[in-house]
């Protein structure tokens, strides 16, 4: 079982995810805060996100195809949110 909601000694953290390309289009700031637990992982993240964006269904939709990622790499779900590193939404690009 992995619910974190039932620990109550645990810990949340504010976090600020940087938008870019198509996200850029919800929000007036180029970044967002969101709340995720102290141990987050992207997986927490992206749940986050979901909630930031639960009435926008064109956010939903693009942030499920979209990875999380910092400066240094893409995040897969389970990896741990590194601490003071700054985080980001990468939406898919495509060109010709």
Do not use: W
């Not at 970044?31 to 102290?38: F, I, K």
């Not at 979901?50 to 009435?55: G, I, K, V």
């Not at 003071?84 to 898919?92: A, K, N, T, V, Y």
Request: aromatic share 4%; proline share 7%; with cysteine.
């Amino acid at each position: 079982m992995n619910d974190t909601t039932a620990n109550p000694n645990r810990s949340d953290q504010s976090v600020s995810v940087r938008l870019f390309g198509a996200f850029r289009q919800f929000d007036s700031d180029s970044a967002v805060r969101v709340t995720v637990p102290e141990d987050a992982r992207a997986a927490d993240l992206r749940r986050a996100l979901q909630a930031h964006y639960a009435d926008n269904d064109n956010a939903l939709a693009l942030l499920a195809a979209s990875a999380l990622a910092t400066d240094r790499k893409v995040l897969d779900e389970e990896d741990a949110l590194p601490p003071g590193e700054p985080l980001s939404i990468l939406p898919p690009v495509c060109g010709g």
